[in-house]
Nanobody, 123 residues
Framework: QVQLVESGGGSVQAGGSLRLSCAAS????????MGWFRQAPGKEREGVAV???????RYADSVKGRFNISRDNAKNTLSLQMNSLKPEDTAMYYC?????????????????WGQGTQVTVSS
């Protein structure tokens, strides 16, 4: 069955870095666009970064210049390098897969979701 398993979350001080990973299985990974979303307590889930199956990327304005999304189709993995972290980056981070070649950040377009990994940034 389809699985998306996130890892790499943790606690870090402001200004620090974390690298999130997502291991995908159960579907043809290279055929899907992939995204990272996050949800803070009391807030809606929002798109953070997306990489289309064709390689195009898109970032939320709040993370541009600080986060970098990448994918390895040979290993069926997705990564998110997060630098210069801020307390407002604190959230549960989710990996998601979209069957279309798209950089959309609209949640309903995503077919599969992982369980999430927690990122906490302290000031």
């Amino acid at each position: 069955q389809v699985q998306l398993v996130e890892s790499g979350g943790g606690s870090v001080q402001a200004g620090g870095s974390l690298r999130l990973s997502c291991a995908a299985s159960g579907f043809i990974y290279s055929h899907y666009s992939m995204g990272w979303f996050r949800q803070a307590p009391g807030k809606e889930r929002e798109g953070v970064a997306v990489i289309a199956r064709g390689g195009s990327t898109r970032y939320a304005d709040s993370v541009k210049g600080r986060f970098n999304i990448s994918r390895d189709n040979a290993k069926n993995t997705l990564s998110l390098q997060m630098n210069s972290l801020k307390p407002e980056d604190t959230a549960m981070y989710y990996c998601a897969a979209n069957e279309w070649d798209s950089v959309t950040m609209v949640r309903v377009n995503y077919n599969y979701w992982g369980q999430g990994t927690q990122v906490t940034v302290s000031s």
